[in-house]
């Protein structure tokens, strides 16, 4: 039976911070543990956007591609969306959208699933470029990143909202991706205005964590730092 509370994430952001970024688990593999989520691909190549058990990848080329089962991924969360009820939601800037839905959660305490399907005047995302080894640092990544802007564009902006307990595991706060209904912009939103839409939440109550323990630079790194979360919150933002 499906466990719908259940968040499953593969892999660490703090694991990302010093570029491990090679692909530990196949997209199958990640399927079986839910149907919508988000996430990266081998060599942090694009942004995941995970619906109705389809896995999209948005490109540094501007593309929205369908992702092979084989392919895999060194960092990403998927759960069974379950969503009970949605509440109409209009003209409301980035931040303001992100402090609706913290007051509609169940708590800052638990993770929790967000999705706005809706039409936006404007929408920003970023898309990183795929990387070759020798990987450079995450934060070295945002010099080769793409910005994508679009207008009065419809679709669905997902994502999770962790508590700031899970520093390093996650991202505090909301993390959040975008792919528009053509499937012709996605991302990692960087900015919106919502002019309307409809914000349902699901709170889970679970955190599966999988590490990548056959992955022999993972089993090796040193991932006792300070500067860790700072750099998290560098990319992320």
């Given amino acids: 039976m499906e466990n719908n509370q259940s968040l499953y994430q593969h892999g660490t952001l703090a694991a990302l911070v010093p570029g491990l970024f090679a692909g530990t688990l196949t997209v199958n593999e990640l399927l079986k543990h839910g149907d919508t989520g988000i996430g990266t691909m081998d060599g942090l190549n694009g942004e995941l956007i995970i619906l109705n058990g389809v896995v999209y990848q948005a490109t540094a080329s501007g593309e929205v591609v369908k992702v092979d089962g084989d392919a895999k991924v060194p960092f990403a969360n998927v759960h069974f969306v379950h969503l009970e009820e949605s509440t109409p939601i209009a003209n409301l800037t980035y931040l303001e959208l992100k402090d609706v839905a913290t ?135």
């Fill in 103 to 237: 007051k509609r959660l169940k708590s800052q305490n638990l993770f929790s699933y967000l999705s706005v399907h809706g039409t936006f005047s404007s929408m920003k995302t970023r898309v990183v470029h795929g990387q070759q080894p020798p990987y450079p640092t995450l934060t070295e990544t945002a010099s080769q990143q793409e910005i994508f802007d679009a207008a009065n564009v419809t679709g669905t902006l997902t994502g999770y909202y962790s508590p700031a307990l899970y520093a390093g595991v996650t991202s505090p706060g909301f993390h959040l991706h975008f792919l528009s209904d053509t499937h012709e912009m996605g991302g990692h939103v960087l900015d919106c205005q919502l002019t309307d839409g409809e914000l349902a939440i699901q709170p889970l109550n679970q955190l599966q964590l999988h590490l990548p323990d056959e992955n022999s630079e993972f089993l090796k790194a040193d991932l006792d730092d300070e500067a860790v979360l700072s750099d998290i919150k560098k990319a992320e933002n």
